[in-house]
């Protein structure tokens, strides 16, 4: 029965490995305390090791110890799509960018919604775990907050799988395995505020979305805009609001808000949701001045009333998700790649 003592052992140590007990890159316990452990002698310790050794689980470093071996990725041809929003607005030309783009190589999609949600990005980010994918592209969730999840993307990344972000993606992270994707949403700003102003507006409001990057750096560039080209600069004029107030925003403004934008002649808007809940509203009855919107992502849904001109910057929806898609196969091919900041195409104004 000796003769199989080691093989006991192995198992044991394999299960344990298995279930995460000892977690991967971690140091096991040495020779002499396993044998303390099993009761066995330091031979049979070695004996059981090996066998670990020769089926690669683990790893001898010499003057250091033995380590849980990182398991090698085995190629499934499949890449996880992670984005917040799937069935409407720009995101099925951006889902039709990335899918035209890795099809080409054989490779199929798995696709997962979070809704805008940290909770359920990070149920999406434990399946994913279990699952065997070779890359995954992703669009971060209110990624302007701190977000509880980075360190799920940082352990994939360690793992050795590619990961690309569009639209907006988490500061902080470093890795060789992670790049962006990502509209110029800083320049959008300045660019709202030069055409205001070069249109002789200079009482601009804004509304912002404030859990995404791609708000705060609207809301950025536009205040440097307003600067920069001679606006009035009022903080009382910018209101803000969230994933959850992104219907009812409007009526949601302070009595100190709609005070202080009742003069406004123009108003720059996140994006075409966010203006279409403008106009669906009667919006003259909070800004009775207003005579321009200017928004992004291209007149997406949007019903100009009489006397207001709308002007939407053309979102590269399309080539975003082309780009992601590029990008990702290079990653999984081994390539070093840059993220890539994207310029926003001429608008196009309409007048009613």
């Known amino acids: 029965m000796a003769n199989y003592r080691y093989r006991q052992i192995a198992d044991d140590i394999r299960s344990k490995i298995n279930t995460g007990f000892y977690r ?5 316990p040495t020779e002499e305390a396993l044998s303390q452990m099993y009761h066995c002698s330091r031979q049979t310790v070695r004996q059981a090791l090996q066998v670990l050794l020769e089926e690669k689980r683990i790893e001898k470093i010499q003057g250091s110890g033995t380590y849980v071996k990182k ?16 069935s409407e607005y720009i995101f099925p030309s951006i889902l039709h960018g990335i ?8 490779y199929s999609l798995v696709i997962k919604t979070t809704n805008n949600s940290v909770a359920r990005e990070r149920k999406i980010l434990l399946e994913l775990k279990e699952k065997n994918v070779d890359g995954i592209i992703v669009e971060g969730t209110k990624t302007a907050f701190p977000n509880p999840n980075v360190s799920f993307y940082e352990d994939l990344a360690s793992s050795g799988i590619p990961i690309v972000f569009f639209n907006g993606y988490y500061a ?6 992670i790049r962006h994707v990502v509209v110029d949403d800083y320049e959008g700003g300045i660019l709202a505020s030069k055409t205001l102003s070069e249109e002789g507006h200079t ?8 859990d995404d990057m791609q708000g705060m750096l609207r809301y950025s560039g536009f205040m440097d805009g307003i600067i920069r080209y001679g606006g009035e600069l009022e903080d009382s004029r910018i209101s803000w609001f969230t994933t959850e107030t992104r219907k009812t925003f409007l009526r949601d403004l302070s009595l100190e808000t709609k005070n202080a934008m009742k003069d406004i002649t123009a108003l720059v808007v996140y994006n075409d949701i966010a203006a279409n809940v403008l106009l669906k509203e009667n919006v003259r009855k909070y800004f009775p001045n207003l005579t321009r919107i200017f928004s992004f ?24 998700g082309t780009e992601a898609g590029k990008m990702i196969l290079r990653m999984i091919h081994g390539e070093n790649v840059d993220s890539v900041v994207m310029p926003w195409v001429t608008a196009g104004t309409e007048k009613k």
């Open 24 to 28: 991967k890159e971690e140091q096991l």
């Open 71 to 86: 398991p090698a990725h085995i190629p499934s041809q499949s890449i996880a799509i992670i984005t917040t929003y799937i």
């Open 99 to 106: 899918e035209d783009t890795v099809s080409e190589e054989g």
């Open 172 to 177: 902080g992270i470093e890795s060789e395995h």
């Open 203 to 210: 009482k601009i409001g804004g509304i912002f979305k404030a």
């Open 297 to 320: 992502d291209g007149k997406y849904y949007l019903e100009e009333p009489e006397g207001i001109t709308v002007t939407s910057l053309n979102h590269p929806k399309g080539k975003i």
